[in-house]
């Protein structure tokens, strides 16, 4: 079991309109990506770290469908991108966004880095993201190693509203 513990700065973080959790992980079984039924951790593939998976929110299509992420136009939205590992650093990416304010490592008591468009965020490692919607539309969350989407590493941000060209 992993997770994310937040401890929030003593003046708390600034204000958005949302914010979402998203965890990857990479998972390393005994039968091949996509195959049914229960499996085992195959330790050959750990030590090798050759994930069958790589997945946000411990599974393949937690972050799609009914589970897409949702925003509106107008609105920021905040991410808490976490990495449980246990091996491969994520390469975290919203196509179509470029990341307004960046806490690497997590780190709200530092400045943030601006205009960021990928972060790499180790195992056991954390960063939040922000970033302003502008246009409506479906924003993909991925893991920038593009090869691991057709492992899973893959979510959707479905944003509603009016456009904004300006």
Do not use: C
């Not at 979402?20 to 050959?44: C, E, K, M, R």
């Not at 808490?80 to 008591?109: K, M, Q």
């Not at 880095?113 to 965020?121: C, D, E, I, K, S």
């Amino acid at each position: 079991i992993y997770g994310a513990i937040l401890v929030d700065p003593p003046s708390g973080a600034p204000a958005v309109d949302r914010e979402y959790y998203v965890a990857h992980s990479d998972l390393y079984t005994s039968g091949d990506t996509g195959d049914p039924g229960h499996q085992d951790l195959d330790f050959t593939r750990l030590l090798a770290e050759t994930p069958t998976y790589v997945v946000f929110n411990g599974h393949t299509k937690a972050l799609s469908g009914e589970g897409a992420l949702q925003a509106n136009t107008g609105e920021t939205v905040r991410i808490y991108f976490t990495n449980g590992g246990p091996n491969l650093i994520s390469s975290f990416h919203v196509i179509g966004e470029i990341f307004g304010s960046v806490w690497d490592y997590g780190a709200l008591r530092s400045a943030p880095l601006r205009g960021v468009q990928t972060v790499l965020v180790p195992p056991g490692g954390a960063t939040i993201v922000e970033f302003k919607l502008d246009v409506p539309g479906d924003y993909i969350l991925v893991d920038h190693a593009i090869s691991r989407v057709s492992k899973g590493a893959v979510g959707m941000l479905h944003v509603t509203g009016a456009e904004d060209p300006d």
